[in-house]
T-cell receptor, first 112, second 111 residues
Framework: DTEVTQTPKHLVMGMTNKKSLKCEQHMGHRAMYWYKQKAKKPPELMFVYSYEKLSINESVPSRFSPECPNSSLLNLHLHALQPEDSALYLCASSWDTDQPQHFGDGTRLSIL | QKEVEQNSGPLSVPEGAIASLNCTYSDRGSQSFFWYRQYSGKSPELIMSIYSNGDKEDGRFTAQLNKASQYVSLLIRDSQPSDSATYLC???????????FGKGTRLHILP
């Protein structure tokens, strides 16, 4: 069990669907992150929110849209994804952007 | 030069021996260094943080940092089969204010 909670754990969607991934932490951390991880590869940073503001956007395609409603919640909205977007999506949080990150269990996403 | 480099392995170590994992980084301004363990199909788990030159010990794990030579290492004493995993080195890239992960080293402890 982790202190960063991600839902759902698994998601299968078609290329025309719209879905959202959710992440929640109650550790008071002020930085939250989305990563994408393919099999046998390291996590790839997608987005960073620091104090609820998007501070890093690693040129991710617009079919991925992050949202940070408050300091405890982070969403990733998905629309018109491609099969190559199938991966493990990890949420993490930390006290600040130079502090150790704590990861959730991830959402395993499959695009049909 | 890549920002954070690790040997991908696999590194095979007999049970009970010391496993030594190495990582080099390019940003001389980096101040924060982390080791994560990731089991197959699971998320990364933080096992060590180190911020100052020298050694930091936590149980069977010792992190070593040498900022002058720009490397950080992780030693695992009395290696157990349960230590078999991928170990990710992560470094704070000071100029970009973000943490970069190395590609990870696969460690296999031989029973």
């Amino acid at each position: 069990d982790t202190e960063v909670t991600q839902t759902p754990k698994h998601l299968v969607m078609g290329m025309t669907n719209k879905k959202s991934l959710k992440c929640e932490q109650h550790m008071g951390h002020r930085a939250m992150y989305w990563y994408k991880q393919k099999a046998k590869k390291p996590p790839e940073l997608m987005f960073v929110y620091s104090y609820e503001k998007l501070s890093i956007n690693e040129s991710v395609p617009s079919r991925f849209s992050p949202e940070c409603p408050n300091s405890s919640l982070l969403n990733l909205h998905l629309h018109a994804l491609q099969p190559e977007d199938s991966a493990l999506y990890l949420c993490a949080s930390s006290w600040d952007t130079d502090q150790p990150q704590h990861f959730g269990d991830g959402t395993r996403l499959s695009i049909l | 030069q890549k920002e954070v480099e690790q040997n991908s392995g696999p590194l095979s170590v007999p049970e009970g021996a010391i496993a030594s994992l190495n990582c080099t980084y390019s940003d001389r301004g980096s101040q924060s260094f982390f080791w994560y363990r990731q089991y197959s199909g699971k998320s990364p788990e933080l096992i060590m943080s180190i911020y100052s030159n020298g050694d930091k010990e936590d149980g069977r794990f010792t992190a070593q940092l040498n900022k002058a030579s720009q490397y950080v290492s992780l030693l695992i004493r009395d290696s157990q089969p349960s230590d078999s995993a991928t170990y990710l080195c992560a470094v704070n890239i000071h100029r970009d204010d973000k943490i970069i992960f190395g590609k990870g080293t696969r460690l296999h402890i031989l029973p």
